[in-house]
């Protein structure tokens, strides 16, 4: 997805969109990490259920999540099935492939269920803050939040530049395609794909390098300081809102702890 395309959708109209985007990325990394420590499932399935239902909110397609999803939901099952088979030790069910024989217990289908549950609820909710809030807006809540100044200018010049790597990629992919590169053989396309990689990675390395002396003879430090990014208070239905959110969040902890 280009960048274009992404600030596109995080300036789109909806009541989500409409949330200021500092209580809206507290309350969402917040909920990321409680998605990390609730221990019984039904807990993880509500909360997944909230950040589905919040996505419905913002107007887009479905398509747009599904493809966020995709690739953790694979890593997700690999996970699962690694601790189905590994971990326990009451067993469910043997299966033999070969003179290889894989047993699956029932304490390893729990724990590989429980962290599917984890994943896929983390990454909802990180996508949703994404897709409702632009990019700058979450730096500078976290900047609000105390976290170093190094560490949120990283990340700006990551998020801006590494569409141009992907950018860049892409381009040299297609010309490798138009000179018939797909039909060789692998060995020659392994290597192809070695050059362009190789490519990219020096070329990124010698961009940055140009940014950041292009930066420091504008007077960039580690101590620099710039303007306040927000200008007005948090209106009184947003804290609430946030208020709303928290006590909720609160809720689930103090469940997972006494169920």
């Not at 109209?13 to 500092?22: I, K, L, Y």
């Not at 029932?106 to 599917?116: A, M, R, S």
Request: aromatic share 10%; with cysteine.
């Amino acid at each position: 997805m280009e960048l274009a395309v992404i600030d596109k959708i995080a300036a789109a109209d909806s009541p989500m969109h409409r949330w200021d985007g500092r209580v809206k990325t507290i309350l969402f990394l917040s909920a990321v990490i409680v998605s990390t420590t609730l221990n019984h499932w039904y807990l993880l399935a509500g909360l997944w259920l909230i950040a589905l239902a919040s996505f419905r909110t913002l107007n887009l397609p479905w398509r747009h999540l599904f493809i966020r999803l995709s690739i953790p939901f694979g890593i997700a099952w690999l996970v699962f099935l690694s601790l189905m088979f590994t971990n326990g030790r009451h067993d469910l069910f043997a299966v033999t492939l070969g003179p290889i024989r894989l047993t699956a217990y029932q304490e390893g289908l729990e724990l590989g269920f429980l962290v599917v549950l984890r994943i896929m609820a983390a990454v909802t909710i990180g996508s949703i803050l994404s897709f409702s809030t632009p990019m700058i807006e979450i730096l500078e809540t976290l900047r609000l939040c105390k976290v170093p100044n190094v560490m949120i200018d990283l990340a700006a010049m990551m998020y801006r530049y590494v569409f141009i790597l992907t950018e860049t990629s892409h381009n040299m992919r297609r010309a490798q395609l138009s000179r018939m590169g797909d039909s060789s053989s692998w060995l020659h396309q392994a290597r192809d794909i070695g050059k362009v990689a190789g490519y990219i990675l020096t070329n990124s390395l010698d961009r940055s390098i140009r940014i950041y002396k292009a930066m420091l003879s504008r007077g960039y430090n580690e101590d620099s300081t710039s303007a306040s990014f927000f200008t007005t208070p948090i209106s009184a239905a947003d804290r609430q809102t946030g208020v709303l959110g928290g006590s909720l969040l609160a809720a689930l902890v103090v469940f997972n702890i006494i169920i």
